[in-house]
């Protein structure tokens, strides 16, 4: 399974981003598709999730702002984010849960600006 993410870069406080992660391979049609962002010197944080079933779920820094959703016709997910604010700021990765297993993206910058 390989997971492209793309979308991400300069915005101001209060701007606009949305973030694509396309799967490609021998992916299954039951799955968990997660974002995670990162800054430098702290772990990777779990900011949305989605399953194939459409249940979703935040982290609380998040929510009533960011959206994830999928095309399953695109094995694409997306994560719209919204009123975006300096603490925003990292590397987003996608990840895939197929079979028990966990795949990443590379990376995608998101640098909002204040």
């Known amino acids: 399974v390989q997971l492209q993410a793309s979308g991400g870069g300069l915005v101001q406080t209060g701007g606009s981003l949305r973030l694509s992660c396309t799967a490609s391979?021998?992916?299954?049609?039951?799955?968990?598709m997660e974002w995670y962002r990162q800054v430098p010197g702290a772990q990777r944080e779990r900011v949305a999730s989605?399953?194939?079933?459409?249940?979703?779920g935040y982290a609380d820094s998040v929510k009533g702002r960011f959206t994830i959703s999928e095309d399953n016709a695109k094995n694409t997910v997306y994560l719209q984010m919204n009123s975006l604010k300096p603490e925003d700021t990292g590397v987003y990765y996608c990840?895939?849960?197929?079979?028990?297993?966990?795949?990443w993206g590379q990376g995608t910058l998101v640098t909002v600006s204040s």
């Open positions: 990840s895939r849960i197929d079979r028990s297993r966990r795949y």
């Open positions: 391979g021998s992916i299954f049609g039951s799955f968990v």
């Open positions: 989605i399953s194939n079933g459409g249940s979703t």
